[in-house]
């Protein structure tokens, strides 16, 4: 990838995600997000994407909220530009985007944690004609109970999409402009000798955001 370092390289996975899953918003217009206000990213404790969504999110002139429990990856959020970050273990996203919005909500959710309850506090913070984004995998059946489909279709008229389809080249094209910031994703870097460290380090997500193993060993 020319003009792409290769710590940059490793994250494309995520960036892409990302790039592929606005791309519902994009098409409509180019300003829809903008316009509509709020860009909600309800992250969890596990994934990278909504780090790299709410970049592209900004590039795009919308405004975003991030939902995180880690107060690391909070703190990443929100030295890349997120305009509010809170944790839903001690704030209630959903309370917190009608604080931010006046009452407006959001105009677009990407749920990135494939947690059914993440899912439906989603139908609660988008607006009504609002999007929902699925990006996470759901572990657990998410639950479609009468009253949240009639709030989804009959109430509030949403879109729900998902974000498969992978676009390398939107994503590449990100990182190289440097419109989405990558390398800040890397928190620890181990040798191949320390591989299961590495892994470790990665399960512990207060601590760690992405962890990159090197094809090398290292005393280090």
């Known amino acids: 990838m020319p003009g792409v370092r290769n710590t940059e390289r490793r994250q494309s996975s995520p960036s892409l995600a990302s790039r592929v899953a606005d791309q519902p918003l994009a098409l409509d217009s180019p300003h829809n997000v903008a316009n509509t206000g709020e860009a909600m990213c309800h992250a969890p404790v596990r994934r990278l994407d909504w780090q790299c969504m709410a970049q592209v ?3 795009m002139g919308a405004r975003t909220i991030v939902s995180e429990p880690s107060p690391t990856r909070l703190a990443l959020a929100n030295s890349l530009g997120a305009d509010l970050v ?3 273990r001690e704030t209630d996203p959903i309370k917190a985007v009608a604080t931010a919005t006046s009452g407006d909500m ?15 506090q989603a139908v609660e913070i ?3 004609f609002g999007k929902i984004i699925q990006v996470g995998m759901f572990e657990d059946s998410p639950e ?5 489909a009639s709030m989804m279709f ?7 999409r998902g974000s498969g389809g992978q676009r390398w ?7 190289r402009s440097g419109q989405v910031k990558t390398g800040e994703l890397i928190t620890h870097r181990f040798p ?15 601590n760690s955001i992405k962890v990159v193993i090197t094809p090398w060993s290292s005393t280090v």
């Open 57 to 59: 999110c900004k590039t």
């Open 86 to 88: 809170l944790n839903p």
């Open 106 to 120: 959001a105009g677009a959710v990407f749920e990135c944690s494939g947690s059914p309850i993440a899912f439906r």
């Open 126 to 128: 988008a607006r009504p």
């Open 144 to 148: 479609l109970s009468p009253e949240l």
């Open 154 to 160: 009959a109430f509030k008229n949403l879109t729900v």
């Open 169 to 175: 080249d939107m994503a590449v094209d990100f990182v």
């Open 192 to 206: 191949l000798d320390r591989i299961r460290e590495g892994f470790e380090t990665q399960l512990d997500p207060g």
